[in-house]
Antibody, heavy 121, light 107 residues
Framework: EVQLVESGGGLVKPGGSLRLSCAVS????????MNWVRQAPGKGLEWVSS????????YYADSVKGRFTISRDNAKSSLYLQMNSLRVDDTAVYYC??????????????WGQGTLVTVSS | DIQMMQSPSSLSASVGDRVTITCRAS??????LNWYQQKPGKAPKLLIY???RLQSGVPSRFSASGSGTDFTLTISSLQPEDFATYYC?????????FGQGTKVEIK
C-alpha cells in the first residue's frame, strides 16, 4: 500500500520553529524528487519547496525562502521541512508529494494526508 | 514567475451537465499543465497530466486539452462524486504555480 505520512504539525507561536516529516512507504523514494505543498484554511494550493533525488537541486517559494529548509534521508525514505521564523500566514495544511514525470513533464501523483501547522499567539 | 488563472472561480451545475473549466498561464508553458481534484478535508488527486493525459483510474468523462497559455478541463456528464474543487498547475518552471481553484457545486 502506498503511504506518505506527514507528521510534526501543531500549534506554534509566531517566530517559532517546527520540523515536519514525511515517511514514505509502498513506493520508490530514493529515485524521485519530492515536494512540499501547503494549503491555508479555506484557500488554494501553494507549492512550497522541492528537492531532487540526490538533494543536489533544491528550490523554494519566495514566501518561505530563507526561513524553511527542505531535506531528505533516502536511507529512511523520509522527507523533512524545517520551518523557522514562522509567521501567522504560514498557517496551513502541509502536504508532501512525490514528483513523477512523463518525458520530463512533472506531475504530483502521490500525496500524503497532510499535517496542520497553526501559527498563533 | 508564471501565474495561473482559472475561470470561473466557482460554478453551480446539475448532475448530467457538461462542465468546462479554463486555465490560463501568464506566459507559454507548452503542455506542462496538470489538473487536480480536491474534496473537502482530503488531499488533492491527480486527474490529468501533461495537458491531456488521463491519469490511470480516472473516469473517461474527464478530458482536457490545450497548449501554450490556454487550457481546459471538461467533465462530459457531471456525477455526484465530481462535486469538488479543481486546480490546474504548471510544471514548466519554478515556482510550480497552481491556479486559484474552481469550486464545482450542486445546483
Amino acid at each position: 500500500e502506498v503511504q506518505l505520512v506527514e507528521s510534526g504539525g501543531g500549534l506554534v507561536k509566531p517566530g517559532g520553529s517546527l520540523r515536519l516529516s514525511c515517511a514514505v512507504s509502498g513506493l520508490t523514494f530514493s529515485g524521485y524528487s519530492m515536494n512540499w505543498v501547503r494549503q491555508a484554511p479555506g484557500k488554494g494550493l501553494e507549492w512550497v519547496s522541492s528537492i531532487s533525488s540526490s538533494s543536489s537541486y533544491i528550490y523554494y517559494a519566495d514566501s518561505v525562502k530563507g526561513r524553511f529548509t527542505i531535506s531528505r534521508d533516502n536511507a529512511k525514505s523520509s522527507l523533512y521541512l524545517q520551518m523557522n521564523s514562522l509567521r501567522v500566514d504560514d498557517t496551513a495544511v502541509y502536504y508532501c508529494t512525490r514528483s513523477d514525470d512523463y518525458y520530463g513533464a512533472e506531475f504530483f501523483q502521490y500525496w500524503g494526508q497532510g499535517t496542520l501547522v497553526t501559527v498563533s499567539s | 514567475d508564471i501565474q495561473m488563472m482559472q475561470s470561473p472561480s466557482s460554478l453551480s451545475a446539475s448532475v448530467g451537465d457538461r462542465v468546462t473549466i479554463t486555465c490560463r498561464a501568464s506566459q507559454t508553458i507548452s503542455g506542462y499543465l496538470n489538473w487536480y481534484q480536491q474534496k473537502p478535508g482530503k488531499a488533492p488527486k491527480l486527474l490529468i497530466y501533461v495537458a491531456s493525459r488521463l491519469q490511470s483510474g480516472v473516469p473517461s468523462r474527464f478530458s482536457a486539452s490545450g497548449s501554450g497559455t490556454d487550457f481546459t478541463l471538461t467533465i462530459s456528464s457531471l456525477q455526484p462524486e465530481d462535486f469538488a474543487t479543481y486546480y490546474c498547475q504548471q510544471s514548466y518552471s519554478i515556482p510550480r504555480a497552481f491556479g486559484q481553484g474552481t469550486k464545482v457545486e450542486i445546483k
